[in-house]
Every structure is written in C-alpha cells, then in structure tokens.
C-alpha cells in the first residue's frame, strides 16, 4: 500500500512523528511520498526521507505561501529538488477558494515552479481548489505533458481529469471519496482508467470518514483503498497493484513485478494470457507499446504450454470464472482453448472466452460446435456499427467482409454456448446506441460497453 501524498512534515506530527511513521509500516503501507509545501517543510520532508527508506519527498512552495517567496527561496527549492530522494516538484498550484496570496502571485510562482520542475526532469504535485480554468491554461501553456504529474487530492470534475489525463497527469484521491455525501467525487473515480488513478491521505487532514475528526495519517490510506476498490468493483489487491505500477512509472520508485504474466487474477477471476498474437490491429490496443493491464506485465516472452497453464490455474473452483483474454486473439491457439477449457470444466470450473470472433476465419472451419460444453461464456467484440468504422478502427488481417464474419460467428455461437455477448470499446467515434440495437435485436444477444481500460 503506497501513500502518494502525506505531510508528515507539518508541525501536527511532531509530538509523535517516529510512533506514527512505526504504525504506518506496522499497517502494511510500504512507501511514502512526503510533500513539502514551504521551504521549512521542504527540507523536513527530505530529513525524513533521509532517515527511513521507503519515505521520498517533494519540494516546493504551495499557493497559500508562495507571497513569501524571494530569489533565495528558489535557491534552497533547487538544491533540494537535485537530491534523489526528492521525486517531485509541489505541492504547487492555485487556490482561489482560500486566497490566501494575490491570485497574481499565485499564477505566476506556479509557473515558476513548473519551469523548474521542467528543467530538472522531476514530475509535479498540483494542488488545484476553485481554479479549473486558470490551472489548465497554466499546464497547457507551460507543456506540463512533458514531464507529467499528479493531481492532487482531486476534487474536479470528469471533464476536468481528463482535460489533466490529456496532459500526462495521474489523478489522486483521498479521504472525501469516502464521505456520504460525495456521490458526485465517486462517479470520477469510476471514470478514472485504472492506468492513471492514485490514492493518498493528505495528511493530517481530510482523514477518511471511519476516522472523520481526527487527525488523518498514513495507515489510514487503507480506507480510501477499500473506497476506490468498491466504486470500481476491484479487491483491494487489485488497486494496490495498480498504484504500485502508477507510482513506479511517475517517479520511478518502488518495485514492479516485470514479468510476463500468462495467468493474472482480477477481483476473483484468473484471465489467461495465452498469445500476443492477434487478426486485429485496433488503434487503442496497447499489446506492442505497453502490454501492462491492472498492474500486470502481459508481455509474452514464449507462448504457454497447455500443461504450463493447467499447473498454474490449480484447482480451478478458487475463482468465480477462468478467462481467456490476455493481449492476443486465443483462438488462434484454439487446441490451447480446448485442452485447457476441458480439464478446468473436469475439475469444476467455469469458463469464459474473450474473443475477437475471427475464430472461423482464423481455423477455417467453424470452431463453435468444438467449444460446446467447454465455454459456458463467451465476449465476442463486434467494436463498430457497420463494416467501414470497423475496418477503420480494428485494421483486421482478413480485411473487407470480416464485420460480417464477426456477426455471423455471434450468430453460430448462439447454437453452442449458453451466454454470448458482444462488446464494444467506448471510443469516440463508435456509435454506442447503434451496437447496442445491432446486438440486441439483430444478434439477439447482450451488449455490453467497455470502458477503454477501465474495470468496474
Ligand atoms: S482485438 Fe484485442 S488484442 Fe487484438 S488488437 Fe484489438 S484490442 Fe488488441
């Protein structure tokens, strides 16, 4: 578990700074990014940082303070942010909601800040409250995109986080996703691809509603966790995966598990990955540039055996459903399929294929009587309303006529296996409604839309 933002710096720590930092590695949290927010609590974070390994830190000067700022501050900001503990530059950005310095000043240290993080390569911690506009013209025209960073403990809205993902950004969230009253703020963190989502306390405030009233520390991060894991209908190991590859690719820090997964667990089902190969090339698939999903690495070095997968699933009644998926077409190893798909309905399990549907065209014969009996689901992607949108989005091996090969493989999967369903991705220039009439009343089967990345 991973606290992307805390302040055990600030002055409300320091009677029992040490008892604090014991509990949060007693309660499992592995690493914390501790931000600075003036010049002194700058260089506490980076003493702390010193002293315990898994605790990193940010420098720089927040809205509230930067009408204190003098040449000499940037000075001390410069040589902090050059130690390589320092990961980030912030917390930086525009509050209107407080003013607490001129808005003028404001702005203008926020680029300051920026064009320092800029010059030493280090990522940004924005801190953004009533000042949508003006925070996004500042990252925009200061081509934030090329180093990156975090919004920190988000408040905005969808628009807002993607207008930031846009730019390279992560969202963060903290302890008000869990307030009763914040449906609007849960409704974002659904929204958010899990490839861009952090979590952190903000400590010692806003601490989470189990806590509400006290002071928030690091251990608590747990809470938003649990939160974030229910709003995308994720386990909690499935969000601490995810923040860990997150935190890894921003900063830098911490370990990732870099090897290529063939079996990979998602809330309580075991996805199998059994070929990078694929008939489609769709724009969006990310299996050559970054084959990373949930937080796993799905890049092959050599194709399982079946015998391999079978060792690695085990007793197959541990999980809800066994899914071919991965970051390839299966059934272009079909007799993987049915030699796996066979002993795992043996030993009890369930199966569920996710496919492309060229499977007749890939085999050249008709596969699905084979897999009756073997799949009990099957998630075939038409991904287009007609066959021009499909060619131009999926750039498929078998060229013109493969839409049609699709629907007619839906058609002939009907016959065979007891649940189909045709999927499409939630790109923008699918037509939405369209596939759902083609899928309901054209196929007679279930539509579903996947969000791009995005689970739950
Ligand atoms: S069908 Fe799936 S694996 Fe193949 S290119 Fe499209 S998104 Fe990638």
């Known amino acids: 578990m991973i606290d992307t933002h805390a302040h055990l710096e600030m002055p409300q ?45 940010s420098a720089g000067i927040h809205p509230h303070e930067v009408k204190e700022i003098t040449t000499d501050t940037y000075k001390e900001i410069i040589k902090l942010i050059t130690d390589p503990k320092v990961v980030a530059v912030g917390e930086i950005g525009l509050d209107y909601y407080k003013d ?31 000042a949508r506009e003006d925070t996004l013209k500042i990252l925009k025209d200061e081509k934030v995109s090329e180093i990156g960073g975090i919004m920190h403990c988000f408040s905005g809205d969808e628009e807002m986080a993607r207008r930031c993902m846009d730019m390279g950004f992560y969202i963060s969230f903290a302890g008000p996703i869990t307030y009763p009253n914040a449906d609007k703020l849960r409704k974002v963190v659904k929204s958010i691809p899990t490839n861009r989502l952090l979590i952190e306390t903000d400590c010692p405030y806003l601490a989470p509603q189990q806590m509400r009233g006290k002071r928030n520390e690091p251990a608590y991060v747990r809470h938003v966790a649990e939160k974030v894991a229910e709003v995308k209908g994720l386990t909690v190991e499935d969000i601490e995966r995810v923040i860990r590859l997150n935190v890894h690719n921003l900063f830098g820090i911490g370990d990732v598990n870099e090897i290529g997964r063939v079996t990979y667990k998602i809330r309580n089902s075991l996805y199998l990955n059994i ?27 050599d194709e399982p055996l079946s015998e391999d997968i079978l060792k690695e699933i085990g007793d197959p009644k541990r999980y809800d459903e066994i899914v071919f998926c991965g970051y390839g077409e299966p059934t272009l190893r079909l007799n993987v399929i049915e030699e796996v798909s066979k002993k795992v309905k043996e030993m009890g399990g369930k199966i569920r294929l996710n496919t492309n549907g060229h499977g007749n065209l890939i085999n ?24 021009e949108k499909y060619n ?57 839309e996947r969000r791009y990345n995005v689970v739950g």
């Open 275 to 301: 070929t990078n190969r694929c008939t489609n090339e769709c724009y969006f698939c990310a299996r050559t540039t970054d084959p990373w999903v949930q937080g796993y690495n799905l890049r092959l070095e």
């Open 364 to 387: 050249k014969r008709n596969i699905l009587p084979e897999l009756k009996g073997l799949v009990d689901t099957i998630s075939v992607s038409i991904d287009a309303e007609d066959s």
């Open 13 to 57: 720590f320091d009677g029992d700074r040490d008892e604090v930092i014991k509990r949060t590695v007693e309660s499992g949290i592995s690493l914390i990014i501790d931000v600075g927010s003036d010049l002194k609590g700058s260089r506490t974070a980076l003493e702390l940082a010193r002293r315990y390994d898994f605790i990193y830190a």
């Open 100 to 130: 607490y310095s001129p808005r003028d000043i404001q702005q203008r240290e926020f680029i300051n800040q920026i064009r320092i993080a800029k010059e030493f390569k280090k990522p940004v911690i924005v801190h953004s409250r009533d």
């Open 392 to 448: 131009k989005i999926c750039h498929p091996v078998f060229k013109n006529g493969t839409y049609e090969a699709v629907k007619e493989f839906i058609m002939e999967a009907k016959k065979y296996i007891s649940e189909v369903i045709a999927t499409i991705v939630d790109v923008p220039e699918v037509d939405e409604e369209k596939c759902k009439e083609i899928a309901e009343k054209e196929l007679g089967v279930k539509f579903r």
